[in-house]
């Protein structure tokens, strides 16, 4: 397992990149909203909220990270003054307070917005009613564990942001924190499953191309990746439970999967609100690959013979009187049909031109038999033409 001596830089660096990372998708979020779309809505606003408080996460790690967490603690460590360690303490328990009210909350958000976004699309019935009461449980669970959290200890709740939370005696008349932590993290997987599953029947009983649905399905499928990184924070918080006398020093694994965890969240909701500026991007790709297909072989004086001739010119390659400077007929050539489609063009034309011999050889027999027919009852030049002539001839 990763161990160095000091986890405060694997966890700052953890922190802050991911952070960033997540705003710039946010970023990209919002442009798409405002300028392909047209219009922010409700949950942007909710995520723009926990994305604010994930860089306040990122501080309180800072400054939990500065005040002992992630150090290993050594029984020959010099001695400090009991003022340096109870300003030491004391800042790492308010620190500790903070972090674990702002995770709470920003947790809450990212799964409200995601909420709120289902219902834009939900016209069943059934579908936006479990929208709506799983909207009624996130914000309950949100705001009884935040206050779970800020009076865990009910018969002296000052006892949290003082130095007593890290004394056996004093904690042990506050609430039992790591059965509370584990029943949160086990709520946390569970909802990020429910969230994940819930639109799925709606989805799949879009009538829309396969493809397309495919595709739109695995835009949703990317919210996978956050119960999995939930499960692994409950890792994390299964070291710290059971770390003993270095619990200081395993938190910090508690407060880099909470990072991962929290990161992944806001990306994999983000995902689906960039569908419209991935397809207007994959619209513009089709539409000048279109265009330069037909710039180079299409119809016209815009031919890849003609664009090539200037360059062939200048660098000696071709005679100033060469007749490839002429316009030539347009190109047969046809690069977005394969080999199938130009077998089975030259199977048709074959069967055209041998229908077309067929009828030929036909017109030409009833020509011959017309013509042997007319030579035998009509007649010739010098042949009276009249009855009269007929009986005078005879």
Same mark, same amino acid.
């Given at each position: 397992m990763f161990e @160095?001596?000091?986890?405060?830089?694997?966890?700052?660096?953890?922190?802050?990149?991911?952070?960033?990372?997540?705003?710039?998708?946010?970023? &990209?979020? %919002?442009?798409?909203?405002?300028? &392909? &779309?047209?219009?922010?809505?409700?949950?942007?606003?909710?995520?723009?909220?926990?994305?604010?408080g994930t860089w306040g996460l990122c501080v309180v790690n800072h400054y939990q990270m500065l005040y002992g967490t992630g150090k290993h603690m050594y029984a020959n460590a010099p001695p400090e003054s009991a003022a340096a360690y109870n300003k030491r303490a004391t800042a790492g328990a308010i620190t500790w307070f903070v972090y674990r009210i702002l995770y709470i909350m920003v947790l809450g958000l990212i799964k409200l917005s995601i909420l709120i976004f289902y219902l834009t699309?939900?016209?069943?019935?059934?579908?936006?009613?479990?929208?709506?009461?799983?909207?009624? +449980?996130?914000?309950?669970?949100?705001?009884?564990?935040?206050? %779970?959290?800020?009076?865990?200890?009910p018969t002296d709740p000052s006892i949290t942001l003082t130095?007593?939370? %890290?004394?056996?005696?004093?904690?042990?008349?506050?609430?039992?924190?790591?059965? $509370?932590?584990?029943?949160?993290?086990?709520?946390?997987?569970?909802?990020?499953?429910?969230?994940?599953? +819930?639109?799925?029947?709606?989805?799949?009983?879009?009538? $829309?191309?396969?493809?397309?649905?495919?595709s739109l399905l695995g835009v949703?499928?990317?919210?996978?990746?956050?119960?999995?990184?939930?499960?692994?924070?409950?890792?994390?918080?299964?070291l710290w439970a059971n770390s003993g006398g270095q619990a200081r020093y395993y938190g910090a694994y508690l407060l880099f999967w909470s990072q991962v965890e929290i990161n992944i969240a806001i990306v994999c909701a983000s995902? @689906?609100?960039?569908?419209?500026? +991935?397809?207007?991007?994959?619209?513009?790709?089709?539409?000048?690959?279109?265009?330069?297909?037909?710039?180079?072989?299409?119809?016209?004086?815009?031919? $890849?013979?003609?664009?090539?001739?200037?360059? +062939?010119?200048?660098?000696?390659?071709?005679?100033p009187d060469s007749i490839s400077g002429l316009e030539l007929p347009p190109s047969a050539y046809n690069p977005s049909k394969n080999k199938r489609s130009t077998f089975d063009t030259r199977?048709?034309?074959?069967?055209? $031109?041998?229908?077309?011999d067929e009828e030929q050889e036909l017109r030409d027999r009833v020509r011959r038999f017309a013509s042997r027919t007319s030579s035998i009852h009509s007649h010739g030049l010098e042949s009276p033409q009249h009855p009269r002539e007929m009986l005078m001839a005879g």
């Open positions: @160095p001596e000091d986890l405060g830089p694997t966890t700052r660096i953890t922190a802050f990149t991911l952070t960033g990372v997540s705003t710039a998708v946010v970023a &990209v979020r %919002f442009y798409c909203r405002i300028w &392909v &779309v047209g219009r922010l809505k409700h949950y942007d606003y909710v995520m723009l909220a926990a994305l604010i699309f939900a016209t069943d019935s059934t579908f936006r009613n479990l929208v709506k009461i799983w909207i009624g +449980l996130i914000t309950g669970f949100t705001v009884i564990t935040g206050f %779970f959290n800020g009076f865990e200890c130095t007593k939370i %890290f004394e056996h005696y004093y904690a042990s008349k506050c609430l039992n924190r790591e059965a $509370m932590y584990f029943a949160q993290a086990g709520f946390n997987i569970i909802s990020d499953a429910v969230i994940l599953v +819930l639109p799925l029947p709606s989805l799949l009983q879009l009538r $829309m191309p396969t493809l397309k649905k495919v949703f499928s990317v919210g996978l990746l956050v119960p999995i990184a939930s499960a692994l924070r409950i890792w994390g918080l299964y995902a @689906p609100s960039l569908q419209p500026l +991935l397809k207007a991007l994959v619209g513009r790709l089709v539409s000048r690959r279109t265009r330069s297909a037909y710039y180079y072989y299409g119809e016209g004086t815009h031919n $890849m013979a003609e664009a090539g001739i200037p360059e +062939l010119r200048r660098s000696g390659r071709l005679p199977i048709t034309e074959g069967a055209l $031109m041998q229908e077309r």
